[in-house]
């Protein structure tokens, strides 16, 4: 349980970063900045989506819409 707070912890602050440098949700994707992390990546959900997930989430979009994943 403690490896998987982390991940969260670590994968979160990656992303918030790149939003801190003025990175779009597309530009995180295509730098794979996820991708220390890829054995947590799975069925349910990929690298992509999760990007996706904790953009918004730190962007503060809330609109509503469900974000399909795998």
């Known amino acids: 349980m403690r490896d998987y707070v ?3 912890k670590e994968t979160r602050a990656v992303v918030e970063k790149g939003i801190h440098q003025g990175k779009t949700l597309a530009q995180l994707q295509q730098e ?3 991708e220390p ?3 947590w990546s799975g ?3 990929n690298s992509d989506a999760f990007i996706e997930t904790l953009f918004n989430d730190l962007k ?3 609109d509503g819409k469900l ?3 795998n």
Request: proline residues 0%; charged residues 45%; aromatic residues 12%.
């Open 43 to 45: 069925e349910f959900i």
């Open 6 to 8: 982390k991940m969260l």
């Open 60 to 62: 503060g979009k809330k």
């Open 32 to 34: 794979k900045v996820l």
């Open 67 to 69: 974000l399909k994943h």
């Open 37 to 39: 992390w890829k054995k």
